[in-house]
């Protein structure tokens, strides 16, 4: 497991080795994006879903800590699938 992993972006040929940065990896296999929101927007989903497209990994989590009951507060995302 490692926490604020570099995600790169090619755009045009161009390679930025920082455009984002994971919260949490787990054996390159799973993203753990960790938020203190209220409110769940849907730019923070768009967010997760680029990082999967990104690394080409298949699942994402995104666990609020803002929510009142934590239970509320997770989520998942399936890459190719719709949320």
Avoid: Q
């Amino acid at each position: 497991m490692r926490s604020g992993l570099p995600i790169a972006i090619v755009c045009r040929g161009v390679r930025f080795d920082e455009g984002y940065r994971a919260d949490i990896v787990v054996e390159r296999k799973v993203i753990i994006e960790l938020k203190s929101v209220e409110r769940i927007t849907n730019a923070h989903k768009k967010k997760r879903l680029t990082y999967l497209k990104l690394t080409g990994m298949k699942l994402g989590y995104r666990l609020n800590v803002g929510e009142d009951m934590m239970k509320r507060g997770i989520t998942r995302t399936v890459n190719g699938l719709p949320e």
